[in-house]
Each structure stands twice: as C-alpha cells, then as structure tokens.
C-alpha cells in the first residue's frame, strides 16, 4: 500500500517534470513570439505617428488647409523627433510574429535599411529648421524631400 501510493507519487513526480520540461522548451519560443508581435507593434505606431504628423503638413502646403507656420513647426519637429526611432523597431527576429508589411529583404540590407533611416532623420531635420523660416515655400522644399525618404524605404522595403 505504502509502496504502491510512492509508485503513484513517482509517476505524478515524473508527469509534473515531463510537463516542466515540455514548457521549459516551449516558454523561450512564447516569449520570443510575444516579443515580435510588440516590437512590429512598436514599429507600426512609430510609423502611424509620422504618417498622422505629416498629412496636415502637406495639406496646408497644397493649399488644402490654409497656412499655420506654428502648426507646421509642430508637427516638423515631432517628425523629427519620431524618425530616429524607427531602427529601433527591425531587430533580429522580428521578421514574422503578428502581421507585418516589413519585406524579409530588409533583415538581409540592414545597412541600406539604417541608411535610409539616417536619410529620413536628415530630411526632417531640415524641414524643422524650414518650418522656422514661416516661408511655406521653403516648407514645400523639405517636405518634398522628407516624403522622397519615406518614399525611398517603403519602394524597397515595405509590401503594398
Ligand atoms: C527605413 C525605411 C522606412 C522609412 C524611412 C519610412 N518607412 Fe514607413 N514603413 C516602413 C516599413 C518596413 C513599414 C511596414 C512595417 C510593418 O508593417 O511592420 C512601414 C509602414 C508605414 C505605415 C503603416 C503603419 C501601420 O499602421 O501599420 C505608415 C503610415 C508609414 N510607414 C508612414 C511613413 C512615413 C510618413 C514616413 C516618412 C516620414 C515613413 N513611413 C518612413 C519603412 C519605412
């Protein structure tokens, strides 16, 4: 009875460590998974916010919204300050884990992916410092050039 109940608990010991052991193996990949699936999060937001800051600014260089020189400032330089975030958002193994539109290309072209991201930064430098001189001229200029840097990276690197 004894012997037959340490038996019982013996292979409850052994059930409960194959189960420690299955999740053991398992937790690692969970984690990673639950890890990408913030990091794309992460990237996507990164990209909305520039994409949100940027369409009134191009509006209002239209011609669609009138002029505001301090709306404009704003927003040039939360571009400015949101650009150099985004390297952040591309480690390594951040391919797949939730829907994502990153090309797998861009993990192979990292260099060219952090140049790009560089090009972008010094682009939205230079439309802060236009948006300072209140002439919307010179705002068209370096807006013309921010959108070519984000227009660059999404030709190569991101699926329509
Ligand atoms: C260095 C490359 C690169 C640059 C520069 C870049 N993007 Fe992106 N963008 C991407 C990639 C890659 C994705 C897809 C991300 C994903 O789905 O994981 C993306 C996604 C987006 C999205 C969709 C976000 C969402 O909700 O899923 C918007 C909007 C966007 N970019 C706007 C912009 C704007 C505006 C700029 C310039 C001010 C810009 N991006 C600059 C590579 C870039």
Known sequence: MKESNLFKGGRRTRAAASVAVMLSLCLPAMAQAQDAAKVIKYRQSAHFLLGWNIGPIGAMVKGER?????????????????????????????QAGAPTKAKPEIWDN???????VADLEAATTKLAAATETGDVKQVGTALGAVGGACKACHDRYKAD
Do not use: H, N, T, W
């Open 110 to 116: 990292m260099d060219d992916f952090r140049q790009k």
């Open 66 to 94: 009138p002029f505001d020189a301090g709306e404009a400032r704003m927003r040039a330089l939360r571009l400015e300050q949101v650009a150099p975030m985004i390297a952040e958002g591309y480690p390594p193994g951040s």
